[in-house]
């Protein structure tokens, strides 16, 4: 009977929203499914993880943590995270399908690719690799069967920081370390931590399997695998497969490095080594083979194999797909012989063992290290105590002068960095404050040069220039800063520079004569206004039938504005226009509402503003007194806005310039 039919999760719909309707396969953290997003119509995969890790509350903590890191990725080269819900007894997660198949089915088929096919396959796996890191995500778990290829010839890599989850889980219940072992690094197998450089070693293992189409380290046991890890150098690709170029040999030894600090620094390194010919591949550090009654975890196995060694792992069983794989009990502390598996070695062997296994229990178990933090933002130095054990609390935060380390960068820790401290010893983090705060200069009236040179010479490196019009400032000065001059700043914060574009022409045509003067006189910029008459029977007397410069001109101190000016035009006689001084129509005296509801603003330019501001309430408007100087103003209306003589509806505010 097929697998789907028997699955009880198979035609369920989970929150209400994803339909259950394929079972694809089964790992050993999660089941896959093919799943429908009823809400959003579309073909999801479903990961659902097992019963029993659902049923750990811290295991499902960790897990809800890391897919939300593995969420946070956004790359065409990440198989994406959409969503991830707890629903009654399931735990799972909601991502892109993909139809296609794994890497490792098609090495299953092919054995060992073309140089030029296996480095166009690892570029879009160290790209997803680089992007991760850049966030600050660690795969873990870094294998061909989650790198997937797609039937349109995608390359993506799969289950981003998923494997923590497990691994902490494992760690917290057991004391061991979970890992597969055909790419886990030495630092992984020996002290059971992993970083970028972690990513790097497999990723190493993994362009090595491609090339070759077998893996470095092999072995009839997952002791004997990890035991090469940690002691033994992965060999050329080119020793076992004639004609690869010395340049990838080499790219691979870097990568696959025992000591972690000789590889590429993470996988956007490794990236660069890969497809730029002009790096330098470098070299790495010499690596010996490790003594006999050296304090590793792991010992050499006896010659002949599986059948003469002493044996750490007992036989377990493990589950195999796409999250799976041969996946390894490493590193438990209690050691286990299993007669009739293993052949006895020597008492001294086993003194050894023993002695070996005490010391490093003593000196690496016992304790942890305080890492390098000094410099690095708060939140990534936290994960960075997180994922070591180090307990930590936060002390009061600092300024760091001349330190080199930016506000909200860790600027100390008590106990220092490298100091020893026991399991459950909170090290002291100090936040930075950034640098103390200085006097900001008065740059108003310099070029923007000038002021970042002046700013600059105060302590403050950090500019955002921006432009506002200006009536008293020339063009291209600086106006003022913010925070405003006097004031004290951190030279870690922005100062933002403001400059005076100038002062535009503004459109005064319609606007009566004083009223335009009054308005170009608000400017302080000296302006030679000349006025000429010009004739239009349609229009006020003294009305501004043109002007030159036209509106939106850059004005500057000293040009010249000419104005024509509408020249009397009201006669003896009926057909005069309503504003004229003899005409019963007159602005002051046209108090009537048209059709629109609409009245005349009357003359107010001239008057005294009090007086001004009666005639206008009078009529219905709202008045606003603006002074044209930003002092207490002249007294007397030198413009309005809108223009007086317009109809406007009742209830208009009208400012009033003085």
């Given at each position: 009977m097929d697998a789907t039919q028997v699955d009880p999760l198979v035609g369920q719909v989970l929150d209400g929203r994803y339909r259950v309707e394929s079972r694809v396969a089964r790992g050993g953290m999660a089941t896959v499914y093919v799943g429908r997003d009823l809400k959003l119509d579309r073909i999801i995969a479903l990961k659902v993880m097992h019963q029993h890790l659902a049923q750990d509350e811290e295991f499902v903590r960790r897990f809800i943590g890391e897919a939300k890191a593995a969420a946070a990725l956004s790359h065409p080269n990440v198989v994406a995270v959409y969503d991830q819900r707890v629903d009654g007894a399931y735990v799972y997660l909601t991502m892109e399908y993909l139809p296609g198949r794994t890497l490792r089915d098609l090495l299953n088929e092919r054995g060992r690719l073309p140089v030029e096919v296996a480095v166009n396959i690892m570029k879009p796996v160290l790209a997803a690799l680089g992007a991760a890191h850049r966030a600050g995500v660690v795969h873990r778990d870094v294998k061909p069967e989650n790198v997937l290829l797609t039937t349109d010839g995608q390359v993506k890599v799969a289950d981003f920081g998923l494997a923590r989850a497990e691994?902490?889980?494992?760690?917290?219940?057991?004391?061991?370390?979970?890992?597969?072992?055909?790419?886990?690094a030495p630092e992984q197998v020996i002290a059971g931590r992993s970083d970028v450089r972690s990513d790097v070693y497999a990723a190493g293992v993994l362009l090595f399997e491609l090339l070759t189409g077998r893996q470095p380290h092999e072995g009839d046991s997952p002791l004997t695998v990890a035991y090469k890890h940690v002691n033994d150098t992965v060999p050329?690709?080119?020793?076992?497969v004639p004609g690869i170029p010395p340049r990838l040999d080499a790219v691979v030894t870097a990568a696959t490095s025992r000591d972690a600090d000789s590889r590429p620094g993470d996988a956007n390194h490794f990236y660069a080594l890969l497809t730029d010919p002009s790096l330098a591949v470098p070299a790495p550090a010499p690596q010996q083979e490790r003594p006999h009654n050296a304090t590793a975890v792991l010992h050499n196995p006896a010659p002949g194999g599986r059948e003469s060694h002493t044996g750490i792992l007992p036989p377990v069983h493990y589950d195999t797909g796409p999250s799976g794989g041969d996946q390894v009990l490493l590193l438990d502390r209690i050691m286990h012989f299993v007669t009739g598996r293993f052949v006895l070695v020597t008492l001294g062997v086993i003194a050894s063992m023993v002695i070996g296994w005490a010391t490093w229990y003593q000196v690496s178990g016992q304790y942890d290290h305080v890492p390098k933090i000094i410099g690095v933002p708060k939140?990534?130095?936290?994960?960075?105590?997180?994922?070591?054990?180090?307990?930590?609390?936060?002390g009061k935060a600092d300024y760091s002068d001349g330190q080199g380390v930016e506000k909200g960068d860790v600027a100390a820790v008590d106990p220092g960095v490298g100091t020893k401290v026991k399991p459950g010893e909170a090290i002291t983090l100090v936040i930075s404050l950034g640098r103390r705060p200085k006097e900001i200069p008065n740059v108003a009236n310099s070029s923007v040069e000038e002021a970042k040179d002046?700013?600059?010479?105060?302590?403050?490196?950090?500019?955002?220039?921006?432009?506002?019009?200006?009536?008293?400032i020339p063009k291209d000065k600086v106006i003022k800063t913010d925070p405003k001059a006097g004031k004290d700043a951190s030279p870690d914060e922005t100062i933002k520079i403001v400059v005076s574009n100038g002062v535009a022409m503004p459109n005064v045509v319609g606007r009566l004569k004083d009223d335009a003067n009054g308005w170009l006189g608000t400017f302080n910029l000296r302006l030679n206004i000349q006025f000429t008459e010009g004739e239009d029977r349609g229009k006020r007397a003294n009305e501004v039938l043109s002007q030159t410069p036209p509106p939106g001109t850059p004005l500057k101190q000293g040009d010249t504005v000419t104005l024509v000016i509408n020249k009397e035009n009201c006669f003896l006689g009926q057909f005069n226009p309503p504003w004229c001084s003899n005409n019963a129509n007159n602005p002051d005296d046209d108090d009537s509402v048209d059709d629109q509801g609409n009245k005349r603003i009357p003359r107010v330019v001239g008057r005294p503003v009090a007086e001004a501001q009666q005639r206008l309430q009078q009529r219905g408007f709202n008045v606003v007194i603006q002074h044209?100087?930003?002092?207490?103003?002249?007294?007397?209306?030198?413009?309005?806005?809108p223009a007086e003589g317009n109809r406007v509806p009742q209830g208009t505010t009208i400012t009033l310039w003085d």
């Open positions: 691994t902490d889980n494992k760690q917290t219940k057991t004391g061991v370390i979970i890992g597969t072992v055909a790419y886990m050329l690709p080119s020793s076992l939140g990534e130095a936290i994960n960075t105590l997180n994922d070591q054990g180090i307990s930590f609390k936060l002046r700013l600059g010479k105060a302590g403050f490196t950090k500019f955002d220039v921006t432009y506002a019009p200006s009536d008293s044209s100087d930003g002092g207490a103003g002249s007294g007397t209306v030198q413009r309005s806005d």
